[in-house]
């Protein structure tokens, strides 16, 4: 309402201005909300894994992770984003929320993504089994 009042004189419909200006808080305090619950989410289950593995475990985990992080990285930037919320642990509906786009469209791209990634993939695969 201190808007509303400060912005009074340029006011012209003040019943739709205040629904809308509330509206936008609302959003945006949702989505301020939303970012707080994805980064406490990630941390949690960031200290859970951690507490649960040993020091050879930990390094092997790294290195896997560099792996992934390093065939991501071939990913053109949409199919990258989508792969990397997934990955993460969050499902297509709650990236689709996060991202601001249709639930079909991070399952189109995901599908693109494995489309490119399964011949990396088997690659680094096949070269781990002649090193061994």
Same mark, same amino acid.
């Given at each position: &309402?201190?808007? #509303?009042?400060?912005?009074?004189?340029?006011?012209?419909?003040?019943? $739709?201005?205040?629904?809308? +200006?509330?509206?936008?808080?609302?959003?945006? /305090?949702?989505?301020?909300?939303?970012?707080? %619950?994805?980064?406490?989410?990630? =941390? %949690?289950?960031?200290?859970?894994? =951690?507490? !649960? &593995? *040993?020091?050879?475990?930990?390094?092997?985990?790294? !290195?896997?992770?560099?792996?992934? @992080? #390093? /065939?991501?990285? @071939? @990913?053109?930037? =949409?199919?990258?984003?989508?792969?990397?919320? @997934?990955?993460? *642990?969050? $499902?297509?509906? !709650? +990236?689709a929320q996060h991202l601001h786009m249709p639930e079909s469209t991070v399952r189109s791209t995901l599908r693109h993504a494995r489309r490119?990634? =399964?011949?990396?993939?088997?690659?680094?695969?096949?070269?781990? *089994? !002649?090193?061994?």
């Amino acid at each position: &309402m201190i808007l #509303a009042y400060r912005d009074w004189s340029e006011i012209w419909e003040p019943r $739709t201005w205040v629904r809308k +200006v509330a509206v936008r808080i609302a959003w945006r /305090t949702n989505e301020r909300d939303l970012r707080r %619950h994805a980064r406490e989410k990630k =941390a %949690h289950r960031k200290s859970n894994a =951690a507490r !649960e &593995m *040993g020091p050879e475990e930990k390094l092997s985990d790294e !290195e896997e992770w560099r792996k992934v @992080l #390093a /065939t991501l990285r @071939l @990913l053109p930037p =949409a199919q990258r984003r989508v792969t990397a919320w @997934l990955l993460d *642990g969050y $499902t297509c509906k !709650e +990236v689709a929320q996060h991202l601001h786009m249709p639930e079909s469209t991070v399952r189109s791209t995901l599908r693109h993504a494995r489309r490119r990634l =399964a011949p990396l993939i088997e690659r680094g695969l096949n070269r781990e *089994g !002649e090193k061994e």
